[in-house]
């Protein structure tokens, strides 16, 4: 190591200290902040400022060129003075007061008299198109009820009841009319299916002599009839769920009896014009035979 300089043995200040001694040791140094040098080490002289010398002044006289010609006088001012903010203010408070009335009622322009006979006359067609379609729908379903009866009991009477997969294990406590007021209540079907539906039951008898129209068959044969009858010719019908529940017979079972009657059929069920015709002549007739309303009644 070094040995300490001479300023430091002789304890002299650290300006005293000869600018040639080259061992100061770290406790001579100044404390940090501004930093001191030897007063032995010459100065910079400072630089003056340099000055510029300012710029001249130029003063340039410009005569500003008026809006108006000299010889015309200034316009006077307006008569009317406008009014203070306070009228201003009670002015706006008193429409604001004021209530708006409200805008008047505009009625509708009323159709014209000829749209208004149009819709009428369309009203009135359509009403008795539904009154005639309901009766004649009425009419034949009382037909085959009345005509599946007449021969339920001829098969009973004559004992040629057979067992076919549409009997049952005993006669239905319904009758044969209410069981298809069922049908026509909630299927609504129209009259062609009726039609329709006899025109099935009696095909098939004719096309199987082993099945007969009895008392325990006469039920599951219509509403099987009636299902295939409302498929074939209805635009719109319901599911095979639906039908079961108002004929009273499970899914599984409506679904099998209906496969059956269409092997029967063997898939044909199409009817001819002149077959229909007969049909439907053949349901009036029994319905006609039947006694109304107030015959019943009175018997």
């Known amino acids: 190591p070094r040995a300490?300089?001479?300023?430091?043995a002789s304890k002299t200040p650290f300006d005293a200290c000869p600018s040639t001694c080259s061992?100061?040791?770290?406790?001579?140094?100044?404390?940090?902040?501004?930093?001191?040098?030897?007063?032995?080490?010459?100065?910079?002289?400072?630089?003056?400022?340099?000055?510029a010398e300012p710029a001249p002044i130029v003063k340039v006289d410009v005569e500003l060129a008026s809006s108006t010609p000299p010889s015309q006088p200034p316009p006077p001012p307006p008569s009317d003075a406008s009014p203070p903010a306070a009228a201003c203010c009670e002015q706006r408070a008193a429409l604001e007061r004021t209530p708006v009335p409200p805008p008047p009622a505009v009625a509708p322009p009323p159709p014209p008299a000829a749209q208004e006979k149009v819709a009428e006359a369309l009203a009135a067609k359509q009403a008795e198109e539904a009154t005639a379609a309901a009766a004649a729908a009425a009419e034949m379903a009382l037909g085959l009820a009345a005509e599946l009866e007449r021969r339920a009991l001829r098969s009973a009477s004559s004992g040629g009841e057979g067992a076919t997969c549409f009997c049952s294990s005993r006669p239905p406590p319904i009758s044969l009319r209410d069981y298809l007021a069922r049908f026509t209540g909630?299927?609504?079907?129209?009259?062609?299916?009726?039609?329709?539906?006899?025109?099935?039951?009696?095909?098939?008898?004719?096309?199987?002599?082993?099945?007969?129209?009895?008392?325990?068959?006469?039920?599951?044969?219509?509403?099987?009839?009636?299902?295939?009858?409302?498929?074939?010719?209805?635009?719109?019908?319901?599911?095979?769920?639906?039908?079961?529940?108002?004929?009273?017979?499970?899914?599984?079972?409506?679904?099998?009896?209906?496969?059956?009657?269409?092997?029967?059929?063997?898939?044909?069920?199409?009817?001819?014009?002149?077959e229909f015709e007969s049909y439907r002549r053949l349901l009036c007739d029994a319905a006609a035979a039947q006694p109304t309303d107030s015959q019943a009644d009175a018997r």
């Open 23 to 51: 061992g100061r040791s770290r406790r001579a140094y100044p404390p940090r902040g501004r930093r001191q040098t030897c007063s032995t080490r010459p100065q910079r002289a400072a630089r003056a400022p340099a000055t």
């Open 4 to 8: 300490p300089c001479r300023a430091m």
């Open 186 to 274: 909630f299927m609504g079907c129209s009259h062609e299916c009726y039609v329709l539906s006899f025109a099935y039951i009696d095909r098939l008898l004719q096309r199987n002599p082993a099945v007969t129209v009895s008392p325990r068959s006469c039920h599951r044969m219509l509403a099987c009839s009636l299902v295939l009858a409302a498929k074939f010719q209805d635009d719109t019908f319901y599911s095979n769920k639906f039908y079961a529940k108002i004929a009273g017979l499970s899914l599984q079972e409506m679904n099998k009896l209906e496969r059956r009657m269409l092997e029967l059929l063997d898939y044909r069920l199409v009817v001819d014009l002149e």
